[in-house]
């Protein structure tokens, strides 16, 4: 079973972070990321850059309109993710509560099932 485990950030909470403590999420995802490529269970994994430097798309009169981002109004934003396949659901939430950001009050991990993947549809 694939899922998606995305990773959610507030930007006030990171702001507030020590030097440290981000240094120490990093390696954190260093170390789940060796853990999921020995176990198999990881398929990909991406960072994306600050919403600030995002832009929104769409079509409008049959015209692209761009608009500079974030497209939602929210105080979080998707930092990230990381897609996996594993043996059912309770072991990707047991796999999304290792990543170092689920243990910081302010960001927050989603875990959801893929239902559509290269062209097939997920059991």
Do not use: W
């Not at 981000?22 to 999921?36: P, Q, V, Y």
């Not at 109004?73 to 396949?85: H, R």
């Not at 099932?113 to 097939?120: A, D, N, R």
């Amino acid at each position: 079973m694939k899922f998606l485990i995305s990773m959610h950030i507030n930007p006030a909470v990171m702001d507030a972070l020590s030097e440290e403590e981000r240094s120490a999420i990093g390696a954190g995802h260093g170390e789940f990321m060796e853990a999921l490529k020995k176990s198999g269970e990881l398929i990909n994994t991406q960072a994306l850059v600050d919403p600030s430097q995002a832009v929104v798309v769409s079509v409008r009169n049959g015209q692209p309109v761009v608009t500079d981002g974030p497209f939602l109004e929210s105080k979080e934003f998707l930092g990230g993710f990381y897609l996996i396949d594993c043996e059912n659901k309770e072991r990707a939430i047991e796999l999304a509560s290792r990543i170092p950001d689920a243990a910081i009050e302010g960001f927050g991990i989603e875990v959801r099932q893929v239902m559509f993947f290269e062209g097939q549809l997920e059991a």
